[in-house]
């Protein structure tokens, strides 16, 4: 088996979905990224204050704090505490793609996620 491309790479996933969080978090761990995942926005955020990642994902329809609130809230940090750090919105509404990247998503997939496609988008964004 040849080394994936994201080994080593530093990934928050953010799903309130267990499913879709667990199955996203071991496909990435499988292809040798280093994951952590949050099943809210607000749970993140504090990940996000402890720890560096390289590429974030994100739901977007969460209880509470939503995806847009999540984007907002990592835009404002400085960038040396992560307020710069790629994200992509997963989201099951076509239509959302525009203010998703207005609001500070890097890409937008929709679900459910071409897998994958997804491991080729995080090593990309994380420069690999």
Same mark, same amino acid.
């Given at each position: 088996?040849?080394? *994936?491309?994201? /080994?080593? /790479?530093? !990934?928050?996933?953010?799903d309130?979905?267990?499913?879709?969080r667990? $199955?996203?978090r071991?496909?990435? $761990?499988?292809?040798?990224?280093?994951v /952590?995942s949050?099943?809210?926005?607000?749970?993140?955020?504090?990940?996000?204050g402890?720890?560096? =990642?390289?590429v974030?994902?994100?739901?977007?329809? %969460?209880?509470? *704090?939503?995806? =847009?609130?999540?984007? *907002?809230? !990592?835009?404002?940090?400085?960038?040396?505490?992560?307020?710069? !750090? +790629?994200?992509?919105? %997963?989201?099951?509404? !076509?239509?959302?793609?525009e +203010?998703?990247?207005a609001?500070? =998503?890097?890409?937008?997939?929709?679900?459910?996620?071409? %897998?994958?496609?997804? /491991?080729?988008?995080?090593?990309?964004?994380?420069g690999?």
């Amino acid at each position: 088996m040849s080394a *994936h491309p994201v /080994v080593g /790479v530093r !990934v928050l996933v953010v799903d309130d979905d267990d499913g879709v969080r667990e $199955a996203v978090r071991d496909y990435l $761990a499988d292809c040798g990224a280093d994951v /952590v995942s949050a099943r809210s926005a607000a749970a993140a955020m504090l990940l996000l204050g402890e720890s560096r =990642f390289d590429v974030v994902l994100s739901d977007v329809a %969460m209880p509470g *704090h939503d995806g =847009f609130w999540l984007i *907002h809230a !990592v835009r404002a940090l400085p960038p040396e505490r992560g307020g710069s !750090v +790629p994200a992509i919105a %997963m989201s099951g509404a !076509v239509d959302a793609v525009e +203010p998703l990247l207005a609001a500070g =998503f890097t890409e937008v997939r929709s679900k459910p996620l071409d %897998m994958a496609e997804l /491991v080729r988008l995080v090593a990309a964004l994380a420069g690999r």
